[in-house]
């Protein structure tokens, strides 16, 4: 019995060995694969002229856009060169107005203007930048025609209307000019008016255009643009603008003071005139079609660094877009830009 039982334990000893001995599955496990993800750092410097000497508190804010006069007795208008951006076209009766885009609403000066009245125009290219609009009146939807007015409550514009009065608005009587040409805004006073107004401050960038920017200062194109001529319409007169080579800037006196401007852009597009009745007699005003109905496209015209070139921008997705024939952005130079809207099919036109 003995040896009976001695046998069975060897077997088990045996057995358990050879059963410990065994190799193991070899068990695989997937790679992991790492992918890399690259976000671009957000812009910190001033978006509409590409400087990064920028108000570190307006990184992100929405920019105001205001609107000012540009008849003889207006001139030289108040803080004339001080906006990041001037917008420039005919409005009705061959006259023509300004858009100045602010980026940092705090460093508007104390004392811009003649402010002057809506148009659609104006409205829907500040659209394009998510601005605050600033005016002193407007133009009403009359006979077909919708107004500046008519846009603004339409698109529900954030606006602040001289009409209305209140703080910010006054005028300046150092000029012997009737009333309409000294209307001017307390710049001082434009953040308390648009936290007052409870506005949103804060920068849709759907909304807004984003301006792309050389990195070092670069010839707009091969051709020669010592000077730059933009006739607006066949009714206006011509904005001439003359390139020096010491500063790198075109230069105009249209305004009866020197004005300087790094980019020189101008945009082409198609116009309709509309004639209403007005105050017993008629008005016509004009309309930049394709900014107007925030969608379209023309031809452009890009003068920097003595140079320019040709290319074409097109509004889509509430932005403008300046692209070049192989479809990419183009990039301007940074510093301050003058935008002049110009008719593609009355009479306006671009010379160098």
């Keep these: 019995m003995k040896r009976i039982f001695a046998l069975f334990l060897t077997i088990v000893l045996i057995s358990a060995f050879f059963g410990c001995a065994k190799k193991e599955e070899p068990t695989t496990t997937a790679p992991t694969t790492v992918t890399e993800t690259t976000t671009e750092p957000p812009f910190l410097g001033n978006p509409l002229t590409g400087s990064e000497k920028f108000n570190p508190k307006a990184v992100g804010k929405r920019p105001v856009a205001i609107v000012v006069e540009n008849l003889s007795p207006a001139r030289p208008q108040w803080a004339i060169g001080s906006s990041d951006i001037i917008v420039e076209g005919e409005v009705e009766g061959g006259i023509s107005r300004m858009l100045w885009l602010y980026a940092d609403y705090t460093k508007v000066p104390e004392k811009v203007g003649p402010i002057r009245s809506a148009r659609p125009p104006y409205v829907c ?106 006739k607006f319409s066949s009714r206006t007169d011509t904005r001439a603008f003359t390139y020096s080579k010491k500063d790198r800037k075109y230069h105009t006196q249209d305004w009866r003071t020197d004005v300087a401007f790094t980019n020189v852009i101008i945009l082409m597009d198609a116009t309709t005139y509309i004639t209403v009745p007005y105050k017993g007699s008629s008005t016509t005003y004009l309309n930049y079609d394709s900014i107007v109905a925030k969608k379209g496209h023309g031809k452009g015209y890009y003068a920097s660094n003595g140079k320019y070139r040709t290319f074409t921008w097109k509004i889509k997705g509430g932005k403008l877009w300046l692209k070049d024939k192989e479809g990419k952005d183009i990039e301007i130079n940074k510093g301050k830009s003058y935008i002049g809207l110009a008719s593609s099919n009355n009479g306006g036109s671009v010379t160098f």
């Design 125 to 230: 290219f500040s659209e394009l930048f998510d601005s605050i609009f600033v005016h002193w009146g407007g133009s009403h939807n009359n006979h077909g025609y919708k107004g500046g007015y008519g846009y603004l409550d339409s698109h529900k514009v954030d606006h602040i209307d001289g009409m209305s009065g209140g703080k910010l608005f006054g005028r300046d009587y150092t000029r012997s000019v009737s009333s309409e040409h000294r209307g001017i805004i307390h710049g001082e006073l434009l953040p308390q008016v648009i936290k007052e107004k409870k506005f949103r401050k804060k920068r849709r960038d759907k909304n807004f255009t984003k301006l792309n920017f050389a990195q070092t200062p670069t010839p707009a194109g091969t051709k020669d643009a010592n000077r730059v001529n933009c």
